[in-house]
């Protein structure tokens, strides 16, 4: 196991790594930005090193100045995180890590990989399109509606929906941009887009030997701006027939590229059941807990052991799901305003404390919420032995949250666990976008 690791990230995932370093007695060393002086990851490792001013492409995205931190605090192996350098094969690259983090982490090379290991893939670009022109030549050759997408990343950030060709140069380059802000690539593809699919994906793990397994899946519809707000597992209204296709498909592909440590695949599934490959991340989700919750492993220390040389603790037949976990995100967003980003200073900040209940937040009160970063405060959990009882406890527990300072997700996240549909687990990717949970 190694001495010590650099958690190259910030806000809760950045506290998840320190927490699973802790475990594992390894020294947790944080990077920050001039923004983040006072965050509590900051305070959380045994050792912080500052790497720059409060843009991303000058501190969290700063290969140079990560590495740099690396050498100088003389960290045996860095933990990514989400977001930021998490896909970034450049990244891993510097890192000694090239290969399988790079053939999976650019998202055109995904899409190749798995369709030629039999996986349905939307239809869409072979590679990165150049400029709007050749954008435009796909999207003819596919149909409209189309969604531009960014090679290099996830989380929904740098995706644009164009229904009409004369929207598709100002899309493009408004995604570009976002990608480029958020990735320090504006690489694109194109991909047809699907009308009112569910988004269900699945959790793999590997190791160095070439042994893959999954750890079952996860529904995760309920979505603003293609960025998810809700995760679920076990998916509600799955057939045992979709879910053994989709942990197949998804096994399949990572075996096809002996993909090693965690990953996701993610899938659209249609009514009717049939799934197609979406993207692959190739780093740990936003929504893991719920895996964590309904498996009872923890994926990070995982990460790290295997990271290390470690072989899979588990097999197949020993994953089993129990139970329900349901994940919410809380933003610090307007709801009413379309989800606006809403940043300033916490003045308040009360959480619940319960039974089947778990936080994992990247603030604390007098924290500073930046113009600079994704808004997400922090995640509340819910587990129990059932969905519906989940469901309650998860609502519950937001019900006594309380945030003030700056706007939230938290009245929002109510109304979705109160609406019958999401009761009756009939959800798609395009209900929030048609008013589904309005007040």
Known sequence: MFDSVLVANRGEIARRVIRACRVLGVRAIAVYSEADREAPHVGDADEAVLIGPPP?????????????????????????????????????????????????????????????AGVPVVPGSDGAVR?????????ESVGYPVILKASSGGGGIGMARVDRPGDLARAFTAAARRAEA?????????????????????????????????????????????????????????????????VDAAVTGA?????????????????AGSFYFLEMNTRLQVEHPVTEYVTGVDLVVAQLRVAAGESLPWRQQDIVQRGAAIEARVYAED?????????????????????????????????????????????????????????????????????????????????????????????????????????
């Open 182 to 246: 958020a990735f320090a690539s504006g690489a694109l593809y194109v991909e047809k887009y699907l009308e009112h699919p569910r988004h269900v994906e699945v959790q793999i793990f590997g190791d160095a030997s070439g042994a893959v397994v999954h750890l079952h899946e996860r529904e995760c519809s309920v979505q603003r701006r293609h960025q998810k707000l809700l995760e679920e597992s076990p998916a509600a209204n799955l057939s045992r027939a979709t879910k053994s296709g989709l």
């Open 131 to 139: 400029d709007p022109e050749h954008a435009a030549a796909f999207a």
């Open 335 to 439: 709801p009413e305003r379309g989800f606006v980003p809403s940043p300033g200073t916490i003045t308040r900040l009360d959480l619940p404390d319960a039974a089947g209940i778990r936080i994992e937040s990247g603030i604390a009160h007098g924290s500073t919420v930046s113009v600079h970063y994704d808004p997400l405060l922090m995640k509340i959990i819910a587990s129990a032995d059932s969905r519906a009882r989940a469901i309650e406890r998860l609502d519950d527990a937001l019900a006594r949250a309380r945030i003030e300072g700056v706007k939230t997700t938290l009245p929002f996240l109510r109304r979705v666990l109160r609406h019958e549909g999401f009761r009756q687990g009939q959800v798609n990717t395009q209900m929030v976008e048609q008013g589904a949970f309005n007040a």
């Open 56 to 116: 991303a492409r000058d501190s969290y995205l700063n290969v140079a100045a990560i590495l740099e931190a690396a050498r100088q605090t003389r960290a045996q192996a860095i933990h990514p995180g989400y977001g930021f350098l998490s896909e970034n094969w450049r990244f891993a690259d510097e890192c000694g890590r090239a290969g399988l983090v790079r053939a999976m982490g650019d998202k055109t090379e995904a899409r190749r990989l798995m369709a030629r």
């Open 255 to 271: 075996r096809e590229i002996r993909y090693a440590n965690a990953g996701t695949v993610e899938f659209l599934v249609d009514a």
